[in-house]
């Protein structure tokens, strides 16, 4: 699975937009990128992934490069129950069967504190 | 209605013990997988099993056997404990692209 590289941490305001980077330079054709994020004690939270498309649901937006070397993770209104570490993980979404059993190899994350 | 649950929450044993690490998932999934992260945060993956058989096999210690009896059960048990297992081990569970993880079981070795 390729590399990805993102801030340390970072902070944002109560009810403002909240941009998370992530640099994944050596992803390859098939590789999707995926977010997820683990607040304080709990298990990790999947919340988006996409492959060259934008994407969005209820939780976030996953804006990608046209190079696909870079994306950002977009929390729209952030709130204080939105603290958490966020990791970008990039990795083949299925097997060649179809069913998905690929490791999920997370790095450092960014963490994200959003304070009132 | 919990989809990933794991039992128990916290575990406090003895150097030397043995101990479980029970962890259901009621989703209809065919892939489980056991994760761990250490007192430094890093989640690391540990095992994955697809429907029962073992897919995915980190580098890690043969004291730590998973067992998965069902699709739907996917156990680990840790033999001789040691110091060094303290950790928070995280249960998952996945059909396709997105894994949904259990509360985690905070194991803590004296």
């Known amino acids: 699975d390729a590399k990805t590289t993102q801030p340390p941490s970072m902070d944002c305001a109560e009810g403002r937009a909240a941009n998370l980077p992530c640099n994944h330079s050596?992803?390859?054709?098939?590789?999707?990128v995926y977010w997820y994020r683990q607040i304080h004690s709990q298990g990790p939270q999947y919340i988006i992934h996409?492959?060259?498309n934008n994407e969005t649901n209820e939780m976030a937006s996953l804006i990608i490069t046209e190079d696909r070397k870079s994306s950002t993770l977009i929390l729209p209104h952030a709130t204080l129950r939105d603290t958490a570490v966020y990791y970008c993980i990039v990795r083949v979404a299925t097997n060649a069967g179809g069913t998905s059993y690929g490791k999920l190899t997370f790095g450092q994350g960014t963490i994200l504190t959003v304070h009132p | 209605d919990t989809a990933v649950s794991q039992t128990p929450k916290y575990l406090v044993t003895q150097m030397g013990n043995d101990k479980s690490i029970k962890c259901e998932q009621n989703l209809g999934h065919d892939t489980m997988y056991w994760y761990k992260q250490d007192s430094k945060k890093f989640l690391k993956i540990m095992f994955s099993y697809n429907n029962k058989e073992l897919i995915i096999n980190e580098t890690v210690p043969n004291r730590f056997s998973p067992k998965s009896p069902d699709k739907a059960h996917l156990n680990l048990h840790i033999n001789s404990l040691e110091l060094g297992d303290s950790a928070v081990y995280f249960c998952?569970?996945?059909?396709?692209?997105?894994?949904?993880f259990g509360p985690g079981t905070r194991l803590t070795v004296l």
């Open positions: 996409g492959l060259k």
């Open positions: 050596t992803i390859s054709g098939n590789e999707y």
């Open positions: 998952a569970s996945s059909l396709r692209a997105e894994q949904f």
